[in-house]
């Protein structure tokens, strides 16, 4: 892996504070083809070598939802054995999060070495003051979303005092509409609820998953960003009525956190060669010169 120099403060805002990895969907199954078509198990190593070309450490690695398609024990042991190993190379803690193709005790056992039950699958994280509470928004036996009364005042619970870089929710039904319409048969329910419990609070985004295509919105006030899915992606250059599936688009989130803001950059899995880049020892010559200086050579018109 390519090492970078570290981050150099060019403009008005200093480096983000934390870096987080957004992962969504990668539907492993125990074994073949995904819907007999699409390699989720090779879409999600390539996946995880982008991840690592980036030269990024992520202060966490977030995989919200829909980390197998069937729930099946192999399919949990074989993403463990993906995902672990390039974490522990970053030095990053995994998040997993429940989707609505998981189950609740297979993923327990297999992902948390947990014991086997039907509770909900949640967690708080400290990413150096910044607070990031993972929920599960499944419903056993279905695939609509929701937040039973039990959760929703957990987390109010835990949001009553405030982190010192606030908090970011990960769940996977994401509080948002879609305009392709099974999405929203298959919507998260109670977000009235969430909503009264999320304004007002230190919540500063949500990440989540499930709809297969990267977009954002906002939420009681909060942005929220959804990650596209490692495993395939939906074609929306069709009909809303008609989108569904492609082997294409793959991408994952870098999610930086700033003092004031935070953003999320789409990064796609593709393979393409890159352009000329500018070098550590170039990085190092703008770093010593005079903003002036530096607006001189990189901003004047030529």
Same mark, same amino acid.
């Given at each position: 892996?390519?090492? /970078? ?10 480096? !983000? ?8 969907? /990668?539907?492993?199954? %125990? ?5 007999? =078509? ?16 980036? @030269?990024?450490? &992520? ?8 980390? /197998?398609?069937?729930?099946?024990? $192999? ?15 970053? @030095?990053? &803690? ?27 699958? /949640?967690?708080?994280?400290?990413? %150096? ?16 979303? $929701? ?22 929710? !990960? ?27 999320? =304004?007002?609070? $230190?919540?500063? %985004? ?33 009909? &809303? ?17 700033? $003092? ?41 018109? =030529?």
């Amino acid at each position: 892996m390519t090492t /970078t120099p570290g981050p150099v403060q060019f403009g008005r805002y200093a480096p !983000a504070a934390r870096t987080i990895v957004h992962l969504s969907d /990668t539907h492993l199954v %125990g074994s073949g083809l995904l819907g007999g =078509r699409f390699d989720s198990a090779a879409n999600l190593t390539v996946t995880l070598a982008a991840v690592e070309r980036t @030269g990024v450490r &992520p202060d966490a690695i977030v995989v919200t939802g829909d980390l /197998t398609d069937l729930g099946e024990p $192999d399919a949990y042991r074989a993403l463990r054995d993906a995902v672990e190993p390039v974490a522990e190379r970053l @030095g990053a &803690p995994i998040v997993w999060v429940a989707g609505n193709h998981d189950e609740r005790p297979a993923l327990r056992a297999g992902l948390l070495g947990a014991a086997a039950t039907e509770q909900p699958v /949640t967690g708080v994280w400290d990413l %150096g003051g910044l607070r990031l509470i993972a929920l599960d928004s499944t419903v056993p036996g279905w695939h609509h979303g $929701d937040l039973d009364a039990e959760q929703l005042a957990w987390l109010r619970d835990e949001l009553r005092t405030p982190a010192p870089a606030g908090t970011l929710l !990960a769940l996977h039904h994401p509080p948002l509409p879609s305009h392709v319409p099974l999405f929203d048969i298959l919507e998260l329910r109670h977000q009235d609820e969430l909503a009264d419990i999320v =304004r007002g609070s $230190d919540v500063r %985004g949500i990440l989540a998953g499930h709809l297969h295509y990267s977009t954002h919105g906002s939420f009681a006030g909060v942005p929220v960003s959804v990650a596209a899915a490692t495993c395939y992606t939906m074609n929306l250059q069709r009909p &809303p009525a008609e989108v569904n599936g492609m082997d294409a688009g793959q991408s994952f989130h870098l999610v930086h956190v700033y $003092d004031e803001t935070i953003t999320h950059s789409v990064v796609p899995v593709v393979a393409a060669e890159t352009a000329d880049f500018f070098s550590d020892e170039w990085v190092a010559r703008m770093s010593e010169l005079t903003p002036q200086e530096r607006l001189e050579a990189f901003s004047r018109k =030529r």
